[in-house]
């Protein structure tokens, strides 16, 4: 199911719900397909569906909201990347990396439309489906469609903000202004019961034709499930999750026969990648000439992270830190960053460190052949993958005191690693997947043994994890569980950051303002330190 599929808007995002809203409802409808009966119909239930998923695409806009993306967060966050581009621009992203965001800043009030655009359009999904004339099969997918994107949506927003103001249905006129915002684990708690829901009426993977790949599954509830109990149990575990319940939720889905890890990691993050059978959850995008507007079915991620010395604006730059963590001749090296005079998909790059780069690299993953509009880009974004549940599986594994299995895991990711190829393109003009000598990997990645048992095991473990999803807007929140993230800032910035920290859980969680217009709209209270 690529982008192209998305397109239909019948919801209106929460900023915006209450705006003359009671003399809307009190009109008569002027057309006969209203909500009431659209879901009646098969093809606009499906299409119903799709609007949610159009709403979680968004990186720029159509909806008046600027760039938002999950690497301003997850990746510039967090140790493994900078913001980049030259020093000036974009200054709402340094902001954040500073922990000197407003409550205006630009990206954060995006996110926060974009997604309570998702929240709204599966309530309004998840409120008429349950008497809508379909077939049972039909509307059990679909209703586990809209359980799972309302999840995707409040999840989004808590990792960042919190607790939230919680809705099940569509918002009531009565409910503006009046919803207090839910703690911490009750909001988590909401959204385990969506993904709980999600799961029992989602089917999986092989259960989809073709042209459906790409949509919700069964897998992808349980995956985003194991994450999330993952973070509670780092942060605050109101909730009382131990690390049984990821080893089930993981174990399920190994178990499922559904997914397994390319035999060559090169093409994770390439065409050849997209919906494969180690992709659990992305985002679809398609090729388009329109660069933006509501017509727009490619993403803006790549131009914004490719180097500004060809078509791109050259943010999201991967630290020197990052780039030496890796073993010196790992291939996931080569697949992460990528560097002045290196050849990436057939083309040598220059990269103009330090006038428009802050660290000397960029980001491999998303780099892409130049499409026809820059803004337009068919690459999918990778969201969850099977690795990641492996590395999800090895971890709970360790706090069972299951170690074989932990090394075991960790041994499996390494072993692919190493069976991997150059980068795709490595060679000037050509587009081939070129191999690595063995000789050059002799030594290289080797199987952990039974001594590597306690601490080192877990360091072992958690470098695992950082350089196999490295790049993938997932660290900043692996930092704050694990409660190494404070540590490692400059005293400055870590002194901002723990004034804006919910505290009093098991390690302080850093969070953003809720953006302004919400907090006075709304009346929501504002996080600490803002």
């Known amino acids: 199911?690529?982008?192209?599929?998305?397109?239909?808007?019948?919801?209106?995002?929460?900023?915006?719900?209450?705006?003359?809203?009671?003399?809307?409802?009190?009109?008569?409808?002027?057309?006969?397909?209203?909500?009431?009966?659209?879901?009646?119909?098969?093809?606009?239930?499906?299409?119903?569906?799709?609007?949610?998923?159009?709403?979680?695409?968004?990186?720029?806009?159509?909806?008046?909201?600027?760039?938002?993306?999950?690497?301003?967060?997850?990746?510039?966050?967090?140790?493994?990347?900078?913001?980049?581009?030259?020093?000036?621009?974009?200054?709402?992203?340094?902001?954040?990396?500073?922990?000197?965001?407003?409550?205006?800043?630009?990206?954060?009030?995006?996110?926060?439309?974009?997604?309570?655009?998702?929240?709204?359009?599966?309530?309004?999904?998840?409120?008429?489906?349950?008497?809508?004339?379909?077939?049972?099969?039909?509307?059990?997918?679909?209703?586990?469609?809209?359980?799972?994107?309302?999840?995707?949506?409040?999840?989004?927003?808590?990792?960042?903000?919190?607790?939230?103001?919680?809705?099940?249905?569509?918002?009531?006129?009565?409910?503006?202004?009046?919803?207090?915002?839910?703690?911490?684990?009750?909001?988590?708690?909401?959204?385990?019961?969506?993904?709980?829901?999600?799961?029992?009426?989602?089917?999986?993977?092989?259960?989809?034709?073709?042209?459906?790949?790409?949509?919700?599954?069964?897998?992808?509830?349980?995956?985003?499930?194991?994450?999330i109990i993952a973070y509670q149990l780092g942060t605050d575990n109101g909730n009382n999750h131990t690390w049984q319940k990821v080893y089930d939720l993981t174990s399920e889905i190994i178990n499922s026969g559904q997914y397994s890890l390319m035999p060559n990691i090169a093409q994770v993050f390439e065409d050849e990648g997209e919906n494969g059978p180690e992709s659990i959850f992305e985002v679809q995008f398609g090729a388009s000439t329109e660069g933006w507007g509501p017509i727009k079915i490619g993403t803006t991620n790549n131009i914004i992270q490719n180097c500004r010395c060809s078509w791109g604006w050259g943010f999201n730059n991967p630290t020197a830190e990052l780039v030496n963590t890796f073993e010196a001749k790992d291939p996931r090296r080569a697949l992460t960053a990528y560097k002045d005079g290196d050849i990436v998909l057939g083309t040598k790059v220059k990269v103009d460190y330090p006038k428009e780069n802050s660290t000397g690299y960029l980001n491999r993953k998303a780099a892409v052949v130049k499409p026809a509009e820059g803004k337009a880009s068919p690459q999918n974004i990778r969201k969850i993958r099977f690795a990641e549940v492996l590395l999800l599986q090895a971890e709970a594994a360790y706090y069972l005191s299951k170690f074989d299995e932990t090394r075991s895991i960790l041994n499996q990711i390494r072993a692919r690693a190493k069976q991997a190829t150059l980068p795709k393109g490595s060679k000037e003009g050509s587009l081939t997947y070129d191999p690595i000598s063995p000789s050059e990997l002799s030594g290289v990645l080797n199987p952990l043994s039974t001594s590597v048992s306690g601490q080192a095991l877990l360091d072992a473990l958690r470098k695992e994890r950082r350089l196999e999803l490295a790049m993938e807007a997932l660290y900043f929140w692996d930092e704050v569980r694990w409660g190494t993230y404070l540590g490692k800032l400059p005293s400055d910035v870590r002194g901002r950051a723990d004034a804006r920290s919910i505290k009093g859980g098991v390690n302080p969680i850093p969070v953003l303002p809720i953006p302004l217009t919400e907090v006075e709209s709304w009346k929501l209270l504002q996080n600490p330190g803002y």
């Not at 690529?2 to 929460?14: E, I, N, Q, S, V």
């Not at 239930?45 to 997850?74: C, K, Q, R």
């Not at 581009?85 to 926060?112: C, E, H, M, V, Y």
Request: with cysteine; aromatic share 14%.
């Open 1 to 227: 199911m690529k982008k192209g599929l998305y397109k239909l808007a019948f919801a209106l995002p929460l900023a915006f719900l209450a705006s003359a809203c009671t003399d809307f409802l009190d009109k008569d409808p002027l057309g006969q397909n209203t909500e009431i009966n659209f879901f009646n119909d098969p093809d606009n239930a499906v299409l119903g569906i799709n609007s949610i998923y159009d709403a979680a695409s968004w990186d720029e806009g159509p909806n008046g909201a600027g760039h938002t993306y999950d690497w301003m967060f997850g990746d510039v966050l967090s140790s493994n990347s900078e913001k980049g581009s030259a020093p000036s621009d974009f200054q709402d992203i340094q902001d954040l990396k500073d922990w000197r965001a407003l409550a205006t800043n630009g990206p954060i009030s995006s996110l926060w439309i974009n997604q309570f655009t998702v929240i709204y359009r599966a309530n309004t999904a998840l409120y008429y489906l349950p008497d809508a004339n379909l077939n049972q099969t039909l509307k059990n997918r679909l209703m586990g469609e809209a359980y799972f994107m309302r999840a995707y949506g409040y999840y989004h927003l808590a990792r960042l903000f919190g607790g939230l103001p919680l809705f099940k249905e569509p918002v009531k006129p009565s409910e503006f202004g009046n919803t207090p915002r839910a703690s911490f684990a009750q909001t988590f708690k909401f959204i385990e019961g969506d993904l709980t829901e999600a799961a029992r009426l989602l089917p999986e993977k092989s259960q989809y034709s073709a042209a459906d790949l790409g949509r919700a599954t069964k897998g992808a509830a349980k995956a985003l499930h194991a994450r």
